[in-house]
């Protein structure tokens, strides 16, 4: 299928867009002359990115939502149409993370990662996938997942739950609507840096480390890293333009998913001893 070559004054909506990689996904496609939509729960981060946006002549609708709430999210879709006429490419992509040993989250815990990573997906697709059909014109859908909806990563038990839901929801969704010219694509980066563990919580200790001594460890990290967020957001709009159904971004993100898939008694067996060794060192 032939992908969207051309975003000049095209609809684009990006859900958690205050910062990271949504913020990001919302620069690349303003750069390419797309009008903007955009949603974050973080009000202040929303409105400046919108007034960034704006000061260099984008046409930009914003507002605040929490995706895990159906409510606010189909307000918000009813919002983009009446505002903007359409939705060309939609991009869920707002998410959150709580990582540890899984006896160690709260029932608190568990339920706001299924309501952000996988609800806030699910509601996305479900107010605004119909929308999109109806208004005819073909259109394409990003689903935001990670690395770790391709395979298990140790502490991040419900998170990589989610992520492995939203790449199969994608997978199927990407199906079902190709017959209405609607292409979908899931974006699976691995270590980027974003500040998304600063914003998150870690719910376990080591033997060397508490929980905030972990974060900042991890934090470190991924500034060490140094795959910064525009990169994924280029990769987003490539999808888009070049219509990619499982988008891998960074090296990590395509080793680990090969290696799962080549066998998964050795990637278990490699796991559980990174787990334990970790859990000495760390």
Not at 41 to 48: K, Q, S
Not at 233 to 261: C, G, I, K, M, Q
């Amino acid at each position: 299928m032939p992908g969207i070559k051309d975003f000049a004054g095209k609809v684009v909506a990006v859900t958690g867009a205050a910062n990271g990689i949504g913020r990001e996904m919302a620069r690349a496609f303003a750069r390419r002359g797309a009008r903007l939509v955009l949603a974050d729960i973080d009000e202040a981060g929303l409105f400046t990115v919108e007034e960034e946006l704006e000061e260099a002549g984008v046409t930009v609708y914003a507002q605040p939502v929490d995706v895990s709430l159906a409510a606010e999210v189909e307000a918000f879709c009813e919002n983009v149409y009446r505002e903007m006429g359409r939705v060309d490419v939609l991009c869920n992509n707002a998410g959150v993370a709580v990582a540890g040993d899984f006896e160690a989250m709260s029932r608190e815990d568990l339920a706001r990662v299924v309501d952000v990573n996988l609800w806030g997906v699910i509601h996305g697709c479900h107010y605004f996938y119909p929308r999109m059909i109806a208004q005819g014109g073909g259109g394409h859908i990003v689903n935001t997942a990670s690395a770790g909806g391709l395979a298990p990563f140790m502490a991040l038990a419900i998170y990589c739950c989610t992520k492995y839901g939203v790449v199969g929801l994608s997978e199927t969704l990407r199906a079902e609507a190709a017959p209405h010219g609607i292409e979908v694509s899931v974006i699976c980066p691995g270590v980027i840096a974003t500040d998304i563990v600063l914003r998150s919580s870690i719910r376990s200790c080591t033997t060397r480390s508490s929980p905030e001594r972990l974060v900042e460890i991890t934090d470190r990290v991924l500034k060490l890293r140094g795959y910064t967020p525009d990169r994924v957001a280029a990769a987003a709009v490539r999808a888009v333009e070049r219509n990619r159904a499982v988008v891998r971004v960074t090296p990590e993100a395509y080793l680990t998913d090969w290696a799962h898939r080549i066998s998964r008694r050795a990637f278990d067996f490699a796991t559980t001893n990174a787990a334990r060794l970790a859990r000495k060192v760390l």
